[in-house]
């Protein structure tokens, strides 16, 4: 479900209403502003809407994914109003006067926070197809953080007044403010989608309406910690660090939580950097649901190329030495591979192995296997072993074979001897991921299986 034009609204509000404010702050005197907003906060209060809405609230603690998905959007809220208190006070103190002596220096710094928290909120929209991508919260988060430590050690090393305004110190400015709007577009966007994601369509007024709810009391608290930062003597400069370190546990928080889905779109991003990396037939995953991937073992990333194609989170069943690496053990623990042994090396660990693949699969999850045990030493398909035949014995889902073409000969293959042990000979190769239509688990075999790849990787 495309959710866009929803989720654009409030940031394109925002980023009008900012300028308007920004103009409007140049014709109206501070008194008059404020005694406005003391009259609409008092319109709210007669409303009396807090008991329904704290109760609501209350109801969705128990969805823990909902309610960690209030908590990020809150806290892109308070970050939000934050940035535009730095651009309303970057703007006073470079030019040395009040924002309103110069009607359009406050409104353009504040359009450039307002613009990057739009394409934000564009960029990690969620799409028509497809699950709900959350890997850019945790990065985005990250990102911001550093964005905000890097403007902070810029404002410092100004000279205060007038002089601070010499090209190109203006374009830095801008262009720091707006990555830190578009940041926290970032983090944003999916949190957004998400808080509706797991609910029934019933759900979806309320749970909106408590969102937007604690979305102002967050933009409150932000105003309330700008003041007494300004009363503390702490200036812009404070204020840009405490977003910077909001940023950073935030940011730790969200790769707690979503670990496995910041990885896939780190590795995604790798993966196209290294190679020309194309996958058709890729629609043939299936959206939701479990299903078996099937695929030659030619290298060492074969697992980091699948999962780099796939629109969902994969789980790889792995040789158990290779899962043992030292300094791999943790990363593939992070992302859910199931090591697997062979039967007369441990029996027990081959029993353990095909437990959890039966729990992933009845749990809906996607799951891939290297059938020939083994990667190639020759660059020929290896004889598949009959492991999948018991998989859909116990748990019969649907089976997408795949081949996958040009990795022989890489750094990271057999080819010419052990792999990685040679100087890298190629760079930004031709690298293709061939997706079949799924099968019916009723007709698979593991023979049947390995000729199906076989013409997959000659066609």
Known sequence: MDTTPRHLAPAAALAVGTVLGGVLTTVIPPALGLALLV???????????WAAHLAALHRDRH????????????WSWIRGPMLLAVGLTVSAEAWGAAPWSSPWVAPTLLLAVSIGLAAGAWLGRPRRTGPLELGPVALGALLGGGAGLHLAWMLTALPPGPAAVTPPVPTALYVDLLGLGLVGGLMGAPLHALALHRTTPHDHARITT???????????????????????GLGVVGLLVLVAAGDLIAAAIAYRRLADRTLRLVISGIVRMMYRFRAPGIEHLPAEGPAVLVCNHISFVDPLLIGAASRRPVRFVMDHRIHRTPLLHRFFRTVGTIPIAPRHEDPEAFERAFERITKALREGELLCIFPEGK???TGELNPFRKGIERILATDPVPVIPMALRGLWGSFFSRKDGPAMRKLPRRFRAQVELRCGEAIDPRHVSASGLQRRVARMLTA
């Open 39 to 49: 009259v609409l906060a008092l319109g709210a209060w007669c409303g009396r809407p």
């Open 63 to 74: 969805d823990r994914s909902t309610f960690d998905a209030i908590r990020g959007t809150a």
């Open 210 to 232: 408590t969102r937007d709810v604690v979305h102002g009391l967050a933009m409150v608290v932000a105003a309330g910690i700008a003041i007494a930062l300004h009363a503390a």
């Open 375 to 377: 990667i190639t030493h």
